[in-house]
């Protein structure tokens, strides 16, 4: 099972929105509606942002939203602020009954 | 309030062995299914595998296929990872995760993560 695409890294000023996009196949990202976002800040563990697609946990801030379009899931973060300067990793199921991440991406705040 | 507290990690020589435990509190640990995602030094998060909530279905990535065995004692609130024939490329930070729902079922995501237990694999 192969990583599910990211790109390494994306930046924006703070305010501003920025996307992170998590590309799959049929199998994994396009299959299913379980695309689940995690923010890792250095040395600590990761933190449910965005599960199956688009359900944002209780706690975790609106700015954040999630969206999916074929095998393509998106991340988006509105109003971009320092603290979400952090390493991102999309998930999913798979039709192999897995569970594979993304190549994860690191989000710089200008 | 959810915990999960990982231990067992440390340095085992190629091909040696270990068993990491993950120590569950603050929620009915036999409704969820677990799973265990390592981290390699400066890598991403890869998912190794998972066990339902009874225990009776296992899951596993490919490169760990008959090396590790996953399990749980559901009377204990306690998750393992039996690690056997270790390789240089298994050093990461392990994790026990919690599953929001069944493994094959939503919701899909992990929502509670332990610290982590570093497991190094060296001569």
């Known amino acids: 099972q192969s990583a599910l695409t990211q790109p390494a890294s994306v930046s924006g000023s703070p305010g501003q929105s920025i996307t992170i996009s998590c590309t799959g196949t049929?199998?994994?990202?396009?299959?299913?509606?379980?695309v689940s976002w995690y923010q890792q800040h250095p040395g600590r563990a990761p933190k449910l942002m965005i599960s199956?697609?688009?359900n944002r946990p209780s706690g975790v801030s609106n700015r954040f939203s999630g969206s999916k379009s074929d095998n393509t899931a998106s991340l988006t973060i509105s109003g971009l602020q320092a603290e979400d300067e952090a390493d991102y990793y999309c998930?999913?199921?798979?039709?192999?009954?897995?569970?594979?991440f993304g190549t994860g991406t690191k989000v710089t705040v200008l | 309030e959810v915990q999960l507290l990982e231990s067992g990690g440390g340095w085992v020589q190629p091909g040696g062995s270990l068993r990491l435990s993950c120590a569950a509190s603050?929620?009915?640990?036999?409704?969820?299914?677990m799973s265990w995602v390592r981290q390699a030094p400066g890598k991403g998060l890869e998912w190794v595998s998972a066990i339902s909530g009874s225990g009776a279905n296992t899951y596993y990535t490919d490169s760990v296929k008959g090396r590790f065995s996953i399990s749980r004692d559901n009377s204990k609130n306690t998750l393992y990872l039996q690690m056997s024939s270790l390789r240089a490329e298994d050093t990461a930070i392990f994790y026990c995760a919690k599953m929001a729902g069944g493994f094959r079922s939503g919701p899909y995501s992990f929502d509670y993560w332990g610290l982590g237990t570093l497991v190094t694999v060296s001569s």
């Open positions: 998930s999913s199921y798979t039709s192999t009954n897995t569970r594979v």
């Open positions: 199956d697609v688009s």
């Open positions: 049929s199998s994994d990202v396009g299959g299913y509606n379980s």
């Open positions: 603050g929620f009915t640990f036999s409704s969820y299914a």
